[in-house]
């Protein structure tokens, strides 16, 4: 499992970011704070406070292509 932070800063952000995990057959979730949601829904998604760093879990051992894609969005 990888574990690290990403910031959606707009509507397409996170758009764009649902797009993506959708093309992956393994299992990513989102955390902020006490609340988990399936990073492949966009209205969990907005469930989550947007303007503080979301913690994204990936349950792959090779997601690889997944993290070149969103790398744009990763933070520390």
Known sequence: MNTFNIMLKSINDV???VNIVNKYDFD???SSGRYIV???SIMG???LDLSKPIKVEIHSD???NFINEIKSIIVD
Request: glycine share 6%; no cysteine.
């Open 15 to 17: 758009k764009d970011f």
């Open 28 to 30: 990513v979730d989102l």
């Open 38 to 40: 399936d990073a492949k």
């Open 45 to 47: 998604i907005f469930s």
């Open 62 to 64: 090779n997601p690889g």
